[in-house]
């Protein structure tokens, strides 16, 4: 791949690529002040890649958002008694975490290598076996690896109650945590992905990016699977305070993909269990997430009144009652049955396809109300449970979706 006008990469980095010349192995760390995780999450890639592809040439490249904390030079002044190539570089572009994946996968294309892998940079949980089983598959001809985590039940929300049931019901394969970030590719899906119209869009280059990369795996066919990492320890963000600008991401990213792709997935009528390969006898435990269940319900009502005039456009009658309906007497209980959030949420893909520039935003925006008071529903009813029966609801709320994929059919 010839460097291009467009390129993420800057020109420090392409004259370090073409010192290196070529590779087998390429793994990209997408990074935003993240000093004080770099250097251990680079280490255990490096190990990774050192113990179990010692023939292979390997590189990592640190793609960073112009961070400010110190993040490149903790990693410049790090040594690493591993042979790896390890490049440090600033992405070029659109300020976000897709930006930075470009740059890996531009880098990739250019070196010629026969898999990618991506891991965040915010990791505390990493091992060198996730190298391993993140890059194997894709060096045998998988497609695309998909990470498997353990995960507290309140962690991965905007997962739980979209991307994942969504990403099931339309493409009809299983993959529990499409927006992961800690993937494995081949290079043809690379080339793939790069080639790709949707980074022209707000979302693929920031958020977007994971919701994306699945969505393309799976509309191009690719053979994929799954990967289970055990324990994901990260930065977890409490849903009612950090997620909105990611919320936006991530949604119209989803709902764009859902367009562009709707040729694929509405031919589609399995729903298939996806292969999960590594050993589940060292899961972990994940970290204990503490929620603010009256936060959480105090922002879904005032966000309710505020867009009522969105939720009437958009909703039937009968649904936008029984919305209305979800906010019960008791300050902190609020109630979603699976079919109306189910419903909900393929009401405003509908919608979004329609739309166009701020009015996609604003829609956007009043989903995410709707999907605050999903999650505060789903807090209240699993107080008490433990993480398996908090994870066979969140099962069983996706086969709601899987089922009202009819309805869905009908109003795209």
Known sequence: MERNTKSALPS????????????????GIPSYNNAHTINYVVYQTAKGLETFFPNRKSVILVSDGN????????????????????????????????????????AGSFLEVKAVALVDSDLRSITPEWIQLLVSPALSGTGFVAPFYLRHKYDGTITNFLCYPVTSTLF?????????????????????????????????????????????????????????????????????????????????????????????????????????????????????????????????????????QVYRKILSSDLFAEVRRSMKTTHTEVSFSPETWAKIVFLFAASFRKEKGSIRERLLDALRILWIGKVAAFVNETLELDAARAERRVEEEAKVFEELKPFMLDIF
Do not use: C
């Open 12 to 27: 420090r980095a392409w004259k370090h690529l073409k010192s290196i010349q070529d590779a087998d192995i390429l793994v």
């Open 67 to 106: 961070s400010t904390d110190g993040t490149l030079q903790a990693l410049e002044a790090m040594r690493l008694p591993f042979r790896v190539s390890v490049v440090p570089s600033t992405y070029v572009g659109v300020p976000g975490k897709g930006s930075a994946v470009k740059a890996i996968f531009e």
């Open 172 to 308: 009809g394969k299983r993959i529990r945590q499409p927006i992961g970030g800690d993937f494995g590719l081949s290079i043809e899906l690379v080339r793939t992905l790069l080639e790709s119209p949707l980074w022209r869009t707000s979302y693929v280059p920031r958020f977007g990016i994971d919701i994306f990369e699945t969505h393309t795996a799976l509309a191009g066919e690719f053979e994929v699977k799954q990967a289970f990492l055990g324990t994901k320890i990260h930065e977890a963000k409490d849903p009612a305070v950090h997620l909105a600008p990611m919320f936006r991401q991530v949604v119209g990213s989803m709902f764009t993909s859902i367009d562009y792709y709707q040729n694929v997935w509405r031919r589609i009528r399995s729903n298939l269990a996806v292969e999960i390969i590594g050993d589940k006898k060292y899961a972990g435990v994940p970290e204990e997430i503490q929620i603010d269940l009256q936060g959480l319900v105090e922002t879904y009502e005032d966000g309710f009144d505020e867009n009522k």
